[in-house]
Nanobody, 123 residues
């Protein structure tokens, strides 16, 4: 089992940047594929990015491709989401998720979730 804690959210102007972090407990972090999802008010939780166990393979939603970068440091049990060129439509609660299966793009394929961190982008 793994516990996840996100940090790094906040308020930023459009065009700005933020870096989210997700710290995981346990000794087997490298055994988990990691994903970032987001949920805006009144909307379903949606896929943002995912990364494979070693970090070699990454996956992005079309809406963030070229602006966001997912990475992981298995020595620090942490996954990151670097968000550049932020837009008001990126405003949401961002969640990190973990699963022992290969990276997936849907929330139901992840067993473990953090509590979320709020990202607000002003226009």
């Amino acid at each position: 089992q793994v516990q996840l804690v996100e940090s790094g959210g906040g308020l930023v102007q459009a065009g700005g940047s933020l870096r989210l972090s997700c710290a995981a407990s346990g000794r087997t972090f490298s055994s988990y594929a990691m994903g970032w999802f987001r949920q805006a008010p009144g909307k379903e939780r949606e896929f943002v990015a995912a990364i494979s166990f070693s970090g070699v393979n990454t996956y992005y939603a079309d809406s963030v491709k070229g602006r966001f970068t997912i990475s992981r440091d298995n020595a620090k049990n942490t996954v990151y989401l670097q968000m550049n060129s932020l837009k008001p439509e990126d405003t949401a609660v961002y969640y990190c998720a973990a699963d022992r299966r290969p990276p997936a793009l849907t929330p139901r394929d992840y067993d473990y979730w953090g509590q979320g961190t709020q990202v607000t982008v002003s226009s």
